[in-house]
């Protein structure tokens, strides 16, 4: 599950009506009468500091810690999902329950809002039907799940604190804390913060204010950077985040999230692996003609010495580099796993693991219990996840060097993993796949599934696009809508009205779903490019070898356009995106040159 502790501030609030003078008619005059909000009365130039709020206005973590449940909490030594979100919330519940009206915060517990009916962890079954699709569903019960778990720990090394709040006020505290706190360094010490007033603000891109605490004045501080008008809103910026981030830790979505250089960090969160999902025959049936998805044609063939050397890759640094407890979903799909075939209940065996010194203490563990799978079982490849925006940035990097590991074959594996110990690793131990010995003629390799930045072959290339637009194909296929029915929808303010939770979702999974689109496009467009590079490169073998059965072969359609035609007609094509643009020239090309540059080569040999 995703850690964000580190998120800091904000509200996006759906609360009471803002008082802001003989400016609120024709402000709120747009229908958002229940949005939360700070105006200017009078205008703000550039530079002032609007706000100033003094350090003993703030409620920081160290006073948590301090409260008797925050010492028994830092004594137990607990596992808390958001450790500094816990301590802010111990003391918010602890001082506004036990010290009511006499808390020096009792004025600003009162204007909190009492209800976030915007957090999606609050949300009907029908609202979050609104989601059907998006992975943002299983973070939300993620973080319900944690909530709880942190509740019941809490609870576990301060027995009192059950009496100072349930859990609906525990997590009513949570999301206040998640929404609103600052993230702040304060007399040399970083820590985070709840400030009163401050957290007003709403967001807004590019930013138009800066905050942070001064040292000099001993005061957290809010300055303009433009000039804001008299009946203007003051906003504060969240930062550049994807519109999920926003939903989950804030209670809205961005309408247009884009960056004024053009750049949307909305993002889809795609899954890689996790091929237990598909039925055994159809990857492991004794025909191996079985199967019609693309995922079981890309790996048709491959015998099971490949697929334990794939495996093997796969999970490299799993298990080998961290711990077990830094692992989250891929060791406890391991677990899992290793538990489903035969080798015991999966808590036992992360039970077996937790407290181990390291990996090759967690190894011999799985080992001494003879958990590893015989031949005859089938190979399961833990999911992996990764998510990816509209960009070529070190996240579709990630995507691409996985697309290949996955697709590659024997001989491909053998390429990028040359170099690794002689030894078996702990991964390898666990699923009893025997190490490789290193050969010292070759380079040093790439070593983990995540490190496979060039592609390895036209091949390996064309077999990994061909996976992503089926990952990309099977994603889509989870949305009850389409995209294009998304954008109506969003046209029609009646159905989904401005700051509702349904418009929220709506705009939720129409933003995933253009990231899906464009990472499809990307890999139909990869597809057809390699495929006449490939022609190509079969035409100057046959020219070569003067090989009149390849050199005479009918033109096709691919020869009449021709590489260089098909690169000059997408730089020429505005709609053609300068991530597909540059991969294709740039990535492709460069592998379409070295191919041709080693024909004569190879040309010679067969000769």
Not at 1 to 21: C, H, Q, R
Not at 417 to 426: F, H, K, N, Q
Not at 570 to 599: F, K, P, W
């Amino acid at each position: 599950m995703e850690n964000y502790e580190s998120e800091e501030k904000k509200d996006g609030g759906l609360v009471t009506t803002a008082t802001i003078g003989e400016h609120a008619e024709s402000i709120l005059n747009d229908g958002s009468d229940e949005m939360r909000g700070v105006y200017a009365l009078t205008t703000l130039p550039p530079s002032s500091i609007i706000v100033s709020i003094p350090l003993r206005c703030l409620i920081t973590v160290e006073m948590g810690q301090n409260t008797p449940i925050g010492r028994k909490i830092l004594n137990s030594d607990l596992e808390l999902d958001a450790p500094k979100h816990i301590f802010l919330m111990i003391y918010l519940l602890w001082d506004k329950n036990v010290n009511g009206k006499n808390s020096f915060f009792f004025p600003y517990y009162e204007v909190l809002p009492k209800r976030l009916r915007n957090m999606p962890i609050f949300w009907d079954e029908e609202e979050l039907r609104g989601l059907t699709g998006s992975h943002l569903l299983n973070q939300i019960s993620d973080r319900i799940q944690a909530i709880t778990r942190d509740y019941h720990s809490v609870c576990e090394a301060a027995p009192e604190f059950a009496s100072i709040a349930n859990l609906e006020q525990f997590t009513w505290a949570r999301t206040i804390v998640c929404s609103r706190n600052f993230g702040l360094m304060v007399n040399g010490r970083r820590t985070s913060a709840l400030v009163p007033h401050a957290d007003m603000l709403n967001h807004h891109r590019p930013r138009e204010t800066k905050w942070t605490f001064c040292e000099e004045s001993q005061c957290f501080t809010i300055t303009t950077l433009k000039e804001i008008g008299a009946g203007e809103q003051v906003y504060d910026s969240y930062g550049q985040k994807c519109n999920h981030r926003f939903l989950l830790n804030y209670g809205f979505c961005v309408e247009k999230n884009v960056e004024i250089d053009g750049f949307c960090p909305n993002e889809v969160s795609l899954e890689l692996g996790g091929w237990d999902e598909l039925e055994e025959e159809e990857l492991y049936g004794t025909d191996c003609n079985e199967g019609n998805t693309r995922l079981a044609r890309l790996i048709r063939g491959e015998d099971r010495e490949c697929m334990e050397k794939k495996l093997a890759f796969w999970t490299r640094g799993d298990v080998d580099s961290v711990g077990p407890e830094c692992i989250g979903s891929s060791w406890h799909a391991i677990a899992s796993h290793v538990g489903r075939i035969g080798g015991g209940p999966a808590s036992a065996i992360m039970e077996a693991t937790m407290g181990s010194s390291g990996a090759d203490v967690a190894a011999a563990r799985f080992a001494e219990a003879s958990i590893v799978p015989t031949p005859q079982q089938p190979i399961v490849f833990p999911a992996k996840r990764v998510r990816v925006c509209v960009s070529n940035n070190e996240n579709t990097r990630t995507l691409f060097s996985m697309l290949r590991v996955l697709v590659a074959n024997s001989a491909e594996l053998d390429r990028i993993s040359w170099g690794g110990r002689s030894a078996a690793s702990a991964t390898q131990r666990l699923y009893g796949i025997p190490g490789i010995s290193p050969s010292p003629s070759q380079p040093t390799p790439l070593r983990m599934c995540r490190d496979i930045r060039y592609p390895i072959s036209l091949r390996n290339e064309r077999c990994a696009m061909e996976l992503l637009l089926e990952i990309t194909e099977k994603a889509l296929s989870k949305y009850p809508t389409s995209f294009a029915q998304d954008s109506l929808h969003l046209k029609d303010e009646r159905a989904f009205p401005k700051y509702s939770n349904k418009r929220h979702a709506k705009l939720q999974v129409h933003g995933e779903k253009r990231v899906l689109h464009h990472f499809g496009l990307w890999a139909r467009t990869a597809i057809h490019v390699i495929d006449i590079i490939l022609d190509e490169i079969s035409h100057e073998i046959g020219v070569v070898m003067h090989a009149s059965a390849t050199s005479h072969r009918p033109k096709t359609e691919n020869d009449e356009l021709g590489y260089d035609c098909i690169i000059e007609a997408m730089e020429a094509n505005d709609d053609c995106h300068s991530t597909i643009l540059r991969y294709c020239s740039d990535v492709l090309g460069a592998v379409r040159r070295d191919e041709l540059n080693q024909i004569p080569a190879e040309a010679s040999i067969s000769s």
